[in-house]
């Protein structure tokens, strides 16, 4: 889709409502440079960064701390700030009052009392500082990265968080490079992943935004008439009103300003906005909203996983006993985490075994089944990560065909894990289609976050009307996860739980449609009756490395399809990508 850009008004003085200074007219290094799209866009048409007198803009040069707090504080424009003195080594320094106002926001910290505005901003600095800004919150996937180690803890959830909505784009060869310096054209590209389009100056706008809008203009906008397929930001510095008339947001309203906007002639079930709470103190922001386009199939916690969260009582509405038939227990039992776990009569136990696999020779990410019990098949699964890290945001669907990959599950859509919006995956319609057209089994995928029957039978309505108009021949999955306690599914009963994943799947199936259920190890032994699901497929997520003791699924029951790695390359697709094998009898 072609980005539609709302009309900037552009003055001939000082931009009294941009955020740097007036940018250059043309640079004399950027042509060619693999970021010079976005360094023109944030520079001469927004004015973000500035080039330099010689006309250069030295793209790959470092950036300090200060200058980072000063374009972060531009940007945003922060409205309240830390008292003089907080850090030694600020008094006089130019760029004192950013730094002030980001540490009031829990955005910038400082080491010992420092601040050391002088000193260059390493990439997992910069990633930190701007999750905290736009208070992100922090993911807890693992890391994709070959030099994940060398990530501070500190910074591992931000990295986590940006990586899995997409906008890490810049990992060469699969290294982060955490301690390296920030280059300018690195920080240009995150924020062009961020945000599409920038209202700088107050007005009336009607075009519609094909991706994120963040207003930051003091004096506020009036948007009216339009779509806006991401989220809608309202930066800290918003002072005056903002109004949506008739204006869809298929993400967020994630307001960091004292304003609240004013909804007239909303569409149907439109959004609420959200107000982002305050950290509870500096240096310790909050969650804040959640509504992820980047999220990929996530692996099972590690083996310190299983949270400890209270069951919740089953309210109203549809009871699980409605749904489906409780499985009959066998007397068996095995150890899971200490505990024992309850076999189910009707399941099959896993016959796969260490010695069944090998990593592949030509392609030492992937992993070959040399048993005999059955045939497999190699697969992927992708999302608007994977779109955003390829180019043109657009996989080459042959090439990964011509790559060895025989079946394909595209994320259709998702349930903000916090917030509990739905909404398409951008990159959903294109990816089935290329990939059916390259003769790729299609199937599809949806991350649930149901928690009661209505909403697990409001996501599969979900995806059968997305589906609509598209040929797919694979399987439709249902991805309900609970990574931590906020998730908005911490809690639920086992009960529920498993009326949620049947429920999806009955009516997946009366769509004509084959459902299966994704289950990582917690959720499958803890929250699911498996007697009751064992009519649908199973797909296992485990990963595996050159350093796992065991090149099996350690699951219990038999999966189908095994997610045994997000680390793998493939070609036509640029980063990382999760793969699967298939067993067929």
Not at 52 to 60: A, N, R, V
Not at 534 to 562: I, R
Request: aromatic share 10%; charged share 20%.
């Amino acid at each position: 889709m072609r980005l539609i850009r709302l009309p900037k008004r552009i003055l001939s003085g000082l931009l009294a409502g941009a955020l740097l200074l007036t940018p250059a007219m043309a640079f004399t290094d950027t042509a060619g440079h693999w970021a010079e799209g976005p360094v023109n866009k944030w520079s001469q048409e927004y004015g973000v960064l500035q080039g330099y007198d010689d006309g250069s803009f030295k793209p790959d040069a470092s950036i300090t701390r200060g200058a980072f707090a000063g374009i972060l504080d531009r940007f945003l424009q922060f409205q309240s700030a830390a008292p003089a003195g907080t850090f030694s080594d600020t008094q006089g320094n130019r760029w004192e009052d950013s730094i002030l106002k980001l540490n009031a926001a829990g955005v910038y910290l400082g080491s010992e009392g420092k601040a050391l505005p002088g000193d260059s901003i390493t990439r997992q600095q910069a990633m930190t500082m701007v999750s905290r800004a736009f208070q992100l919150g922090g993911g807890d996937g693992a890391l994709p990265y070959h030099d994940e180690a060398q990530v501070a803890n500190y910074a591992r959830p931000y990295i986590a968080e940006l990586t899995a909505r997409g906008w890490i784009t810049d990992a060469v060869d699969n290294s982060f490079r955490p301690t390296e310096p920030l280059t300018r054209a690195e920080l240009v590209n995150l924020l062009n992943n961020m945000i599409q389009v920038l209202v700088q100056d107050s007005g009336n706008y009607s075009n519609n935004i094909d991706g994120t809008l963040l207003i930051n203009a003091a004096g506020g906008a009036a948007l009216s008439n339009m779509t806006v397929s991401g989220d809608l930001i309202i930066a800290p510095g918003v002072t005056g009103a903002v109004t949506l008339d008739n204006v869809t947001v298929s993400g967020e309203i994630r307001n960091f300003s004292a304003v609240t906007p004013e909804i007239l002639n909303s569409p149907a079930d439109p959004f609420t906005p959200q107000q982002p709470p305050q950290p509870e103190q500096p240096g310790t922001p909050s969650a804040g909203e959640d509504f992820d386009w980047g999220i990929v199939v996530t692996p099972p916690p590690a083996s310190s996983e299983t949270p400890t969260d209270p069951e919740q009582p089953i309210g109203p509405g549809i009871q699980p006993i409605e749904v489906y038939t409780p499985g009959v227990l066998t007397g068996e039992t095995f150890q899971y985490d200490d505990k024992p776990i309850p076999v189910y009569a009707g399941t099959e136990r896993n016959q796969l075994q260490h010695g069944d696999f090998i990593w592949a020779a030509d392609h030492p990410d992937r992993l070959v089944y040399i048993g005999n019990q059955f045939r497999t098949r190699f697969g992927i699964d992708v999302s608007a990560y994977q779109n955003r890290a390829s180019e043109n945001e657009t996989i080459d669907w042959q090439a990964v065909r011509n790559d060895g990959v025989d079946f394909a599950f595209i994320r259709v859509g998702l349930r903000g894990y916090s917030s509990g919006k739905i909404a398409e995956d951008a990159f959903y319609r294109q990816n089935i289609e290329g990939a059916m057209a390259a003769g790729i089994e299609t199937g599809v995928y949806f991350f649930a976050q149901a928690i009661t029957v209505e909403e697990a039978i409001e996501e599969a309505d979900f995806v059968i009307q997305c589906l609509q108009g598209l040929q797919i021949n694979g399987p439709v999955a249902y991805d309900w996860e609970m990574g931590n306690s906020s998730y908005r599914v911490y809690g639920i009963a086992p009960e529920m739980a498993t009326a949620c994943a049947i429920a999806f799947c009955k009516r997946i199936q009366e769509a004509g449609y084959t459902p299966m259920i994704y289950q990582s190890t917690y959720v499958g032994y803890v929250k699911y009756d498996q007697g009751a699901i064992a009519p649908y497929l199973c797909w296992f997520p485990e990963y595996k490395s050159n350093q796992s003791e065991k090149l099996c699924p350690t699951y219990y029951y038999q999966p189908d399809y095994w997610q045994f790695s997000s680390k793998c390359s493939v070609a036509g697709i640029g980063g990382n990508v999760d793969v699967n094998i298939q067993f067929i009898r």
